[in-house]
């Protein structure tokens, strides 16, 4: 079901106090807001069993930022579905830009690790985008158009309704740099007609797409307006309390 979501991605920052002490403040800053969207972190995955006992009224949700596309077996340094089930975590980042980048992430492995997400009960969010040479060819609608057939047009239509995409413009995230909020549209409607030329119009609006580039307190307002994006998968600004609880207010108004 479509819904807004904010969700922090704290990648390989904090040490175990500060991670606990960020955990503390988004659970008292929750109960005393009325927050007009789903609130979700994904923390580094030594924090996630953390995380899972502080929020076990599930007011947060807690993803891992990711997951192995195997079962079990020897892979050193991988944790599996099975074990994100096994502390009830929400679910996990699929993707994401700098795991492309650094670990040689492909689309296929994406589809598969969609499929062992959603087989375990778990809601992956999918991320992809362009990179800044991409955008400047004008590749960007096509490469964001194989990322998403690739990785989730094997799925049913049941099976996607379950999963979150999270737009993210690689050129814009830690840079700074921001797509407008007409570009973001662009691209997040773009992917909405993708998914209703293949499963429908109806399957295509019960999807939420969040934005993933430089969020910010001065822009998440503009950024949420826009009626294909439904949130906001947020890097820096998640690490600090204030500034992550100014996004989750851009959907206040």
């Known amino acids: 079901m479509r819904k807004n979501i904010v969700a922090g991605n704290w990648k390989m920052n904090k040490n175990v106090i500060e991670a606990q002490q960020l955990m503390f403040?988004?659970?008292?800053?929750?109960?005393?807001?009325?927050?007009?969207?789903?609130?979700?972190?994904?923390?580094?995955?030594?924090?996630?069993?953390?995380?899972?006992?502080?929020?076990?009224?599930n007011e947060i949700g807690v993803f891992a930022q990711d997951m192995s596309e195997h079962e079990s077996g020897a892979y050193t340094g991988e944790i599996s579905a099975g074990m994100l089930e096994s502390i009830?975590?929400?679910?996990?980042?699929?993707?994401?830009?700098?795991?492309?980048?650094?670990?040689g992430e492909?689309?296929?492995?994406?589809?598969k690790k969609v499929k062992r997400a959603l087989d375990m009960g778990l809601t992956p969010i999918y991320c992809n985008g362009e990179?800044?040479?991409?955008?400047?060819?004008?590749?960007?609608?096509?490469?964001?158009?194989?990322?998403?057939?690739?990785?989730?047009?094997?799925l049913s239509a049941e099976e996607l309704k379950k999963?979150?995409?999270?737009?993210?413009?690689?050129?814009?995230?830690?840079?700074?740099?921001?797509?407008?909020?007409?570009?973001?549209?662009?691209?997040?409607?773009?992917?909405?007609?993708l998914i209703a030329a293949k499963y429908g119009q109806e399957v295509a609006d019960e999807i939420s797409i969040l934005?993933?580039?430089?969020?910010?307190?001065?822009?998440?307002?503009?950024?949420?307006?826009?009626?294909?994006?439904?949130?906001?998968?947020?890097?820096?600004a998640a690490l600090k309390m204030d500034d992550f609880a100014k996004i989750i207010e851009g959907f206040n108004s």
């Open 131 to 154: 990179t800044l040479d991409q955008r400047k060819a004008g590749q960007h609608l096509e490469v964001v158009k194989n990322q998403t057939e690739e990785a989730l047009f094997t």
């Open 88 to 103: 009830e975590a929400t679910g996990t980042l699929v993707g994401h830009s700098e795991r492309r980048q650094y670990h």
């Open 25 to 57: 403040q988004l659970l008292e800053y929750k109960k005393n807001n009325a927050a007009n969207c789903e609130v979700w972190i994904a923390p580094p995955s030594l924090y996630l069993m953390m995380a899972r006992d502080l929020y076990e009224n």
């Open 211 to 236: 934005y993933g580039g430089s969020v910010k307190p001065d822009n998440a307002k503009e950024i949420f307006s826009q009626p294909d994006i439904d949130g906001g998968l947020i890097g820096g």
């Open 163 to 193: 999963v979150v995409i999270a737009y993210e413009p690689v050129w814009a995230i830690g840079t700074g740099e921001t797509a407008s909020p007409e570009q973001a549209q662009e691209i997040h409607a773009h992917i909405r007609s």
């Open 106 to 111: 492909t689309d296929a492995a994406c589809n």
